[in-house]
Nanobody, 121 residues
């Protein structure tokens, strides 16, 4: 059974940082691209960032590049999202999602339950 368990969310002040983690199990983690998707209160889903199976290729939605860094540790079956210079508009539930293939942008098939990030003073 595929399981994706996010952690690391919480309340942070504007300009602060958080690192999200996603512990993966039930599949060969190193064989698949992974991504982070978020949903802000009252809004739709937004893809944030993705990483290919070996971490050699990453991709970001335009507004996130430079503030967010996606990474993975295949030895630990863990995906990360380092978020810096956080803004109130980054407030959302952040979901870890598994890709269908080794490359990014070829679809997703499993989702975690999400972790809430709240950026507020």
């Amino acid at each position: 059974e595929v399981q994706l368990v996010e952690s690391g969310g919480g309340l942070v002040q504007p300009g602060g940082s958080l690192r999200l983690s996603c512990a993966a199990s039930g599949f060969t983690f190193s064989s698949y691209a992974m991504s982070w998707v978020r949903q802000a209160p009252g809004k739709g889903l937004e893809w944030v960032s993705g990483i290919n199976r070996d971490g050699g290729s990453t991709s970001y939605v335009d507004s996130r590049e430079g503030r967010f860094t996606i990474s993975r540790d295949n030895a630990k079956n863990t995906l990360y999202l380092q978020m810096n210079s956080l803004k109130p508009e980054d407030t959302a539930v952040y979901y870890c999602v598994k890709g269908l293939y080794a490359q990014i942008h070829y679809g997703i098939d499993y989702w975690g339950k999400g972790t809430l990030v709240t950026v507020s003073s």
